[in-house]
Nanobody, 124 residues
Framework: QVQLVASGGGLVQAGGSLRLSCAAS????????MGWFRQAPGKAREFVAV????????YYADSVKGRFTISSDNAKNTVYLQMNSLKPEDTAVYFC?????????????????WGQGTQVTVSS
């Protein structure tokens, strides 16, 4: 079992920044990657970013590339999502997730454990 606790969401004006954190605990020795997804009201959950746990390979959705940065502190079993130049369309609940199936998984079915989500609201 793996427990994921996401934090760092909040209300920010367009153009502002937020940093999300996701702390993992439990059986993390088999983790291959950690990712972030988001879900806006009335929309499907979508991939945001992923980082491989060994090697630090990263991959981003086109909508956030150049604005968001995913990083990890393996010693703390924590993954971060630095979000800069935020836009109103970034408003969503952000979820972190853990994968054991691939280095840079981009689909929700490739993740077995999910955090509770943290709300990010960007005002115009």
């Amino acid at each position: 079992q793996v427990q994921l606790v996401a934090s760092g969401g909040g209300l920010v004006q367009a153009g502002g920044s937020l940093r999300l954190s996701c702390a993992a605990s439990g059986r993390t020795s088999s983790t291959s990657a950690m990712g972030w997804f988001r879900q806006a009201p009335g929309k499907a959950r979508e991939f945001v970013a992923v980082i491989s746990w060994n090697g630090g390979n990263t991959y981003y959705a086109d909508s956030v590339k150049g604005r968001f940065t995913i990083s990890s502190d393996n010693a703390k079993n924590t993954v971060y999502l630095q979000m800069n130049s935020l836009k109103p369309e970034d408003t969503a609940v952000y979820f972190c997730a853990e994968s054991r199936t691939s280095e840079v998984p981009r689909y929700s079915y490739q993740y077995g454990y999910w955090g509770q989500g943290t709300q990010v609201t960007v005002s115009s």
